[in-house]
């Protein structure tokens, strides 16, 4: 079976996030994303530490999906260093994991 992976990047409102979400399913980059309420990040940028409200956004997909998938968010995604943070599934439902990988193909 095709390993598993959590993809997470975070955006400036819900609309993005959506817009991320949807366009990654649509092109089959991830069998599912959620996205979070907002979240308050507090990071150090261009050498001021900022406060901003962002949501989060959590892809499902295959590991040999990655490389396009992250192609994908730094084409479309409105950051010019966007987060992408990827974490293999080490576990998880048998039935889930063959979906993730039907999915994404």
């Known amino acids: 079976m095709t390993p598993a992976l959590t993809v997470l ?9 959506e817009e991320l979400a949807r366009g990654a399913v649509e092109a ?15 990071y150090r940028w261009e050498g001021a530490v900022e406060t901003a409200r962002e949501w989060q956004v959590l892809f499902k997909t295959a590991d040999d999906r990655y490389a396009a998938l992250e192609a994908y968010l730094r084409e479309h995604h409105p950051y010019d260093t966007p987060e992408i943070i990827a974490t293999p599934v080490q576990r998880g439902s048998a039935d889930y994991l063959a979906w993730i990988a039907r999915e994404t193909r």
């Open 9 to 17: 990047t975070t955006t400036d409102s819900a609309a993005n996030a």
């Open 28 to 42: 089959r980059l991830a069998a599912c994303a959620q996205v979070s309420a907002p979240v308050t990040s507090v």
